[in-house]
């Protein structure tokens, strides 16, 4: 894609990062909330553990599906209509930058300025 440009560096910054607790804000799981499986920050999508379950057909052995027949799989939900959970304060807050006695930048809580956990490297 090679059409997209970015005027604004870290307007597309992530702020939910796998493991994450998030609340969906809109759309047909609304109020719901769940941990982060996946970031996809390409399409600006994430997965969310057991939200936005979509069944799929499969083959015998696809995708690791034990047999052949239906499963059930997370489809990505548009990152901009989660938003982030505090783990401490349990409310959905913004997320705010703080920089660590090291130097390192870390995520806090908008609202009690509790530390987020370290966003899960992989997936
Ligand atoms: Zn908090």
Do not use: W
Request: charged share 30%; with cysteine; glycine share 14%.
């Amino acid at each position: 894609m090679g059409l997209v440009l970015i005027h604004r560096p870290g307007a597309l910054k992530m702020k939910i990062a796998k493991g994450d607790t998030v609340v969906v804000r809109r759309g047909k799981e609304k109020g719901k909330r769940g941990t982060v499986k996946a970031v996809f920050p390409r399409i600006g999508k994430a997965t969310v553990e057991g939200l936005n379950v979509v069944k799929r057909h499969s083959k015998q052995g696809f995708g690791g599906a034990k047999s052949a027949g239906i499963y059930e799989k997370e489809a990505p939900l548009p990152i901009s209509a989660l938003q982030y959970v505090c783990t401490k304060c349990g409310t959905p807050s913004r997320v705010k930058y703080k920089l660590s006695p090291e130097g390192k930048k870390q995520r806090i809580c908008g609202r009690c300025g509790e530390v987020a956990a370290e966003p899960v490297k992989g997936r």
